[in-house]
């Protein structure tokens, strides 16, 4: 079936320090890949996307790109800022059948000043 | 604004009750989700909607039921809480066809 697996976490970092967050995935065919925000108290935000291999999503300063051969979608980001701390979850929808979001188990990203 | 609410944020209940979430969404969407989320397991899939009258089971059905009565809402109940049903819990929506799903703000259920 198909999966997605994060890097674990927690992660600390101190502001302006470069951000990598590890995702790989386990699907057939060619999925659509998600990474969702959520900040503390809210529910998840769609924070980038790609829909297809070697496509790259970016918003806020964050990227990641859709690579079929390694099937990962790091999320990244040059400098990171203290309003970046978060839970991150990669996900991936399936490119035929159900529209089901298949959920890592997310990333506790936590900036010191 | 369109947008997508749940109630109640948060519900303290005992074991055995039933329990009803409410999930409401003014976008007009087809496709409605129910999600749980706990540490270490992301957020899983209980049930989905693709329309009126459409439900389907996710991958952590047991113990949970819905019902699409019209577009707009998607209510989850608990047959008979139980304590491993202590969690919190999201609604998410999208449009047939497009890939973003929108989410709620959750509801915290605890279950003594």
């Known amino acids: 079936g198909n999966s997605v697996t994060q890097m674990e976490g927690p992660v600390t970092l101190s502001e302006e320090a470069f951000l990598t967050i590890n995702c790989t995935y386990t699907?057939?065919?060619?999925?659509?890949l998600f990474w969702y925000v959520q900040y503390p108290g809210e529910g998840l935000q769609l924070l980038l996307k790609?829909?297809?291999?070697?496509d790259k999503g970016s918003n806020k300063g964050f990227e990641a790109t859709y690579r079929k051969e390694t099937t990962s979608f790091h999320l990244e980001k040059g400098s990171v800022q203290v309003s970046d701390s978060a839970v991150y979850f990669c996900?991936?929808?399936?490119?035929?059948?159900?529209?089901?979001?298949?959920f890592g188990q997310g990333t506790r990203l936590t900036i010191n000043p | 604004d369109a947008e997508i609410t749940q109630s109640p944020r948060h519900k303290i209940t005992e074991t055995g009750r039933q329990v009803t979430l409410a999930c409401h969404q003014t976008?007009?969407?087809?496709?409605m989700f129910w999600y749980r989320q706990d540490l270490g397991h992301g957020l899983r899939l209980i049930h989905y909607?693709?329309?009126?009258?459409?439900?389907n089971k996710g991958e952590v059905s047991d113990g949970y039921s819905v019902s699409r009565s019209n577009t707009e809402d998607l209510p989850l109940t608990l047959e008979s809480a139980a304590s491993s049903q202590t969690s919190v819990y999201f609604c998410?929506?999208?449009?047939?066809?497009?890939?973003?799903?929108?989410f709620g703000p959750g509801t915290r259920l605890t279950v003594l």
């Open positions: 996900a991936l929808l399936a490119a035929q059948g159900a529209q089901k979001l298949v």
């Open positions: 998410a929506s999208s449009r047939q066809g497009v890939n973003e799903q929108f």
């Open positions: 976008w007009n969407h087809n496709n």
């Open positions: 790609a829909t297809k291999a070697d």
């Open positions: 909607s693709y329309g009126v009258q459409d439900t």
């Open positions: 699907a057939t065919g060619y999925p659509s």
